[in-house]
């Protein structure tokens, strides 16, 4: 399984979403109406499953919100960007 596609399942499972990992492009915003719709509370939990995860901390809120935009810019964060199975 790629690391998008890990991170995809988590985040349904995780945030409790009524989606399926294909409904999530890799570069799809997380955040807003243009995209998967998570808010303040639902990044929280991502910080959280992150780290229980993929044992990845982020350092302070500038940075999570550079890293929390899509699929892509976590993948990227998590130094796992070649697709390659986990």
Do not use: C, N, Y
């Not at 790629?2 to 799809?28: C, F, H, N, P, V």
């Amino acid at each position: 399984m790629s690391i998008r596609q890990r991170i995809k399942e988590l985040l349904i499972a995780e945030l409790m979403l009524d989606l399926q990992a294909s409904d999530i492009g890799d570069e799809t915003p997380l955040f807003g109406p243009a995209g998967v719709g998570l808010d303040s509370v639902d990044a929280l939990q991502l910080v959280v499953m992150l780290e229980k995860h993929f044992g990845f901390k982020m350092a302070d809120q500038e940075q999570a919100k550079k890293i929390l935009q899509s699929v892509d810019s976590i993948a990227l964060a998590l130094g796992k960007a070649d697709g390659e199975a986990t």
